[in-house]
């Protein structure tokens, strides 16, 4: 059986501020010398390790804060388990295992604490979640005295997504896509937990100038020879008192999104390149020295978007350089 260990605030925290939801321990059970059980060629300990990772990576796309107990196949104490929850301050302690019996036992349970309502809840959460998405038989919700459940300091539960030992249930461990699945359905749980709707992350979207999300006028010539470009080019336009903004306009939904920019940099760009970021609160301008911090993405600022929103780049400032439209992050909070 295995150990996924997984960290949360306790307060009810809106969608829109999700970006601090959450601190997850994520413990994959056994390791190293301890394998765990094994069934028809697998071992508990890859199976959680794997689940493990996949979960991480969902929960920091969704603006968690994650700590690993182990990230390789090594050994970590049970004490040094809850050590690694306790000393780093997480909220939560979700230990994912894998079961085994006789062949013959199966589907998916889920423990907490005996006397933790909250921790009632989350294992209820964790473990509707985990049948629906791997569609393993129910077993239930219980309770017990499991070692990482009586001496972690949050609210803790200990699922064991299925019995490797069987089957049918071991032929869904071994699928990558089933541990994608039982990743997803510790994120989903933990969210509906948090009075959450459950959703799976929203990823960066990146609009470079050659996207079909990039426009701009004929006066915008294309441009390979800087190195520090995003991509294969870039677009530069010279400064001007007139109106001819180039626009990353992709289809963007309703919440937060962080905004940064990428220019190649060089003597001849403008140090006052006027980016409009045109946001739910209304139009903000911010202007960038392009003379300086090229070939990396450069933080703009965060604000409240929704379909139809748009970041633009004027020409019309300091004559005498130009402008250099490359791309365009929008990083989702």
């Keep these: 059986m295995t150990c996924v260990v997984i960290v949360l605030a306790l307060t009810l925290v809106?969608?829109?501020?999700?970006?601090?939801?959450?601190?997850?321990c994520i413990d994959p059970g056994h390791g190293g010398s301890d394998p765990g059980a094994v069934g028809y060629g697998i071992t508990e300990a890859a199976t959680n390790l794997d689940i493990s990772v996949r979960a991480r990576n969902l929960f920091q796309q969704d603006g968690a804060t994650v700590v690993m107990t182990r990230t390789s196949d090594t050994y970590v104490s049970l004490q040094g388990r809850c050590?690694?929850?306790?000393?780093?301050?997480?909220?939560?302690?979700?230990?994912?295992?894998?079961?085994?019996?006789?062949?013959?036992?199966?589907?998916?349970?889920?423990?907490?604490?005996?006397?933790?309502?909250?921790?009632?809840?989350?294992?209820?959460?964790?473990?509707?979640?985990?049948?629906?998405?791997?569609?393993?038989?129910?077993?239930?919700?219980?309770?017990?005295n499991f070692y990482v459940l009586v001496n972690t300091n949050m609210p803790a539960i200990l699922c064991e997504v299925g019995f490797i030992d069987h089957s049918g249930d071991n032929a869904k461990l071994a699928n990558a896509n089933y541990r994608q699945e039982a990743a997803r359905a510790y994120l989903h749980g933990t969210q509906s937990h948090y009075g959450i709707a459950p959703h799976d992350p929203v990823s960066d979207i990146i609009v470079d100038n050659t996207s079909a999300s990039f426009s701009a006028g004929s006066s915008w010539a294309a441009g390979t020879a800087s190195a520090d470009k995003y991509g294969s080019n870039y677009r530069y336009r010279s400064t001007a008192a007139v109106s001819d903004p180039a626009k990353w306009a992709p289809t963007l939904t309703n919440r937060n999104y962080s905004v940064y920019a990428w220019w190649p940099q060089g003597t001849n760009r403008s140090a006052s390149a006027p980016y409009i970021i045109n946001h739910n609160g209304g139009s903000t301008t911010v202007k960038v020295n392009q003379q300086v911090n090229g070939g990396k993405w450069n933080l703009l600022g965060t604000w409240a978007f929704s379909p139809g929103k748009n970041v633009q780049l004027s020409c019309w400032t300091t004559t005498g350089y130009v402008v250099m439209g490359d791309a365009i992050k929008f990083v989702p909070n």
């Design 14 to 24: 809106p969608f829109s501020a999700q970006a601090a939801w959450i601190k997850l």
């Design 83 to 144: 050590d690694i929850a306790n000393n780093n301050g997480c909220n939560r302690f979700l230990c994912s295992h894998c079961n085994a019996f006789n062949g013959a036992a199966y589907g998916t349970e889920t423990f907490s604490y005996p006397g933790s309502t909250t921790g009632a809840d989350y294992r209820n959460k964790v473990n509707a979640e985990m049948v629906s998405h791997m569609g393993t038989y129910n077993r239930g919700n219980k309770t017990a």
